[in-house]
């Protein structure tokens, strides 16, 4: 199948998604792709791509910069939310035809779970102003970053510390992508023939690397260090025990004990954490990558 090239605008483009997204888009060598960046900011692009820099709150820099673009990717910080709603109404007043807004994450369709994380629920209403205003969103579902997340001990797997905290046994699996992945999985979507492309329209598309338990993945850590359960200290925790302590730490206001709450979730029936079933990468050769390949390059970044 040939790719489809298209006009497509990103914002965030040197951000940690948008790194790995860019290049992947620009790869496919057929898209004119232009990067959207604030007035003040110090990012500098790779060639190949053009660079409009100005001002969120100007709606005339914005419309014009997204004038005649097919696609907007918003790869904004997550504590730059602020700035998506003047995104999203710039871009469906230029006639921009989809618009990928700041999902990169969780699986939109569990809906137990968008309810009890506060990041979520502001995800899905900025899904709803694209719909409100006339707009199609298309969200990009990746859940947490492999190896970003196991990079920064999020998966409850303490890599240096050799510290593993199981929820609920670590046995049950989800689906994990790396960073790569995502940047990869975006550009084929990206590349579609419109009627493909079109099918995505309001609806999610699933990139994964892994379908993984927890125990998995510290059996690669094990794997890749040369070490057993008898180096590490490992315990098991209840999912409902991890949340409770988590919300008794975040009403004495420490905000960052969210973290746990949240990435144990995925590993709950029924809260999204596994949506193999709904993958159709093969079509793009996208295959399970090899976990101990990444682990060993997380290993290697990190020491
Ligand atoms: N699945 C996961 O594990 C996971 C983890 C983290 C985030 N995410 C998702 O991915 C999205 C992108 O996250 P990221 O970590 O890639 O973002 P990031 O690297 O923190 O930032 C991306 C870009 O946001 C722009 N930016 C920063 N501060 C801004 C401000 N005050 N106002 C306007 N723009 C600002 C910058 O672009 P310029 O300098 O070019 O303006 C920056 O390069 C998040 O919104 C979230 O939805 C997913």
Same mark, same amino acid.
């Given at each position: 199948m040939s790719p489809q090239g298209r006009k497509i605008a990103i914002v965030g483009g040197t951000g940690t998604v948008g790194s790995v997204t860019l290049p992947a888009l620009l790869a496919k060598n057929v898209h004119t792709i232009t990067a959207i960046s604030r007035g003040d900011s110090t990012a500098t692009f790779p060639d190949g791509c053009i660079v409009k820099k100005g001002s969120y709150e100007d709606e005339d820099f914005l419309v014009s910069a997204l004038q005649g673009q097919d696609v907007l990717v918003i790869q904004l910080s997550?504590?730059?939310? +602020?700035a998506q709603a003047p995104l999203t109404r710039a871009a469906v007043k230029a006639g921009v035809k989809y618009i990928l807004p =700041? #999902?990169? *994450?969780?699986?939109? #369709?569990?809906l137990q779970m968008v309810e009890e994380q506060l990041p979520l629920r502001g995800k899905a209403e900025r899904r709803k102003l694209v719909e409100e205003l006339g707009g199609t969103w298309i969200a990009v579902v990746n859940n947490p970053w492999f190896d970003w997340s196991m990079n920064q001990g999020l998966? *409850?797997?303490d890599i240096k510390a050799r510290k593993a905290t199981l929820y609920g046994g670590g046995n049950t699996k989800i689906n994990t992508s790396t960073l790569k992945r995502v940047g990869e999985g975006v550009a084929e979507l990206l590349s579609l023939p419109e009627e493909e492309l079109a099918a995505y329209k309001n609806k999610a598309f699933y990139i994964s690397s892994f379908y993984v338990t927890q125990r998995e993945m510290l059996e690669s850590v094990q794997r890749v260090t040369g =070490? =057993? +359960?008898?180096d590490w200290v490992i315990e098991d925790k209840e999912i409902a025990q991890v949340a409770k302590e988590s919300d008794e730490e975040v009403k004495k206001g420490?905000?960052?004990?969210?973290i746990p709450k949240f990435y144990s979730a995925?590993?709950? #029936?029924?809260? *999204?954490? +596994?949506f193999n079933h709904k993958l159709n990468l093969e079509k793009f050769g996208l295959a399970e990558e090899d976990i101990d390949a990444v682990v060993k390059g997380i290993i290697a970044s990190s020491s």
């Open positions: 997550r504590f730059a939310m +602020d =700041t #999902e990169f *994450g969780s699986d939109i #369709e569990a998966w *409850g797997i =070490t =057993t +359960d008898k420490n905000m960052m004990a969210m995925h590993f709950r #029936e029924g809260y *999204g954490g +596994d």
